[in-house]
């Protein structure tokens, strides 16, 4: 069974920084393609980043030089750094496959207000 437990969210202040944590079990990131997703108030659920098996990533636009997506295998985490945050920002950031499984974790509420 899958599990998936996100951390690290907050209140934050425009141009502020968070970084984003996800311990996974049930499943070896090292073997898929791994993603940060987002939902924000009202909003379908987005990805947002990924990074693939041999280590390139890739980002929405938005959020493209703000954010960086990293793993590490041995612990089997996932990362978000997230840096100069935006209002937009603001959501519940989720981890999980690329695409995205059967199973979700409850994710991390992200704020970005003044």
């Known amino acids: 069974q899958v599990q998936l437990v996100e951390s690290g969210g907050g209140l934050v202040q425009p141009g502020g920084s968070l970084r984003l944590s996800c311990v996974m079990s049930?499943?070896?990131?090292?073997?898929?393609?791994m993603g940060w997703y987002r939902q924000a108030p009202g909003k379908r659920r987005e990805l947002v980043a990924t990074?693939?098996?041999?280590?390139?990533?890739n980002y929405i636009d938005s959020v493209k030089a703000r954010f960086t997506i990293s793993r590490d295998s041995a612990s089997n985490m996932l990362y978000l750094q997230m840096n100069s945050l935006k209002p937009e920002d603001t959501a519940v950031y989720y981890c999980n496959t690329v695409p995205g499984g059967q199973e979700w974790g409850q994710g991390t509420q992200v704020t970005v207000s003044s």
């Open positions: 990074i693939f098996i041999y280590g390139n990533t």
């Open positions: 049930g499943i070896s990131i090292s073997i898929y393609p």
